[in-house]
């Protein structure tokens, strides 16, 4: 099948092809040709298609565009879906370092997420935070997760600098 031909709108409605090559093919046509039109299209396939497929494409879609917005990735975050809420996480990235503190706020929810997967995304994704809330947020995550070696270690490999800082929040907090 050739998509090449294909209009933005009839590729967005690929992004929920049950075949995967679908799914990837209409997903790089459309960031590759960088119609924005579709933006509103993808936007509602990322907060109310039933396949979590889908909703992951159209995450990425419209990352790839630069038309994400915040309340789609809040959004997101509180997701069914443990993929959706992980890939949510990785693309509030763009955000964490400016003082938004909403998409702050639903990002830091995610510390008490009950899947490991999210938790150990969320661990990876902290060090985009600025300093202050990076360091508080990390020793909150270690104290609650310390038992998994690789939120631990994605944790720590963002502190930049903020390890004493951590390090002492966590040695307060045992005392």
Do not use: C, F, M, Y
Request: glycine share 6%.
């Amino acid at each position: 099948p050739t998509l090449a031909s294909e209009s933005p709108a009839r590729l967005a409605t690929r992004l929920s092809h049950p075949n995967g090559w679908w799914r990837d093919t209409a997903q790089r046509l459309l960031v590759e040709r960088g119609d924005k039109s579709v933006a509103g299209d993808l936007k509602k396939l990322a907060e109310t298609a039933s396949d979590i497929r889908t909703r992951l494409h159209a995450l990425w879609a419209l990352d790839g565009l630069d038309s994400l917005e915040p309340s789609t990735v809040i959004k997101a975050l509180d997701d069914r879906s443990r993929d959706v809420r992980a890939a949510a996480v990785r693309l509030a990235e763009r955000w964490l370092p400016e003082p938004n503190a909403q998409v702050q706020g639903a990002v830091l929810e995610r510390l008490d997420d009950p899947d490991w997967a999210v938790r150990q995304q969320l661990a990876a994704s902290l060090g985009t935070l600025p300093q202050g809330p990076r360091e508080a947020a990390v020793s909150t995550l270690l104290e609650r997760h310390g038992s998994d070696p690789v939120a631990v270690d994605a944790a720590l490999s963002g502190l930049r600098g903020g390890e004493a800082t951590v390090l002492g929040n966590l040695l307060q907090n045992r005392i």
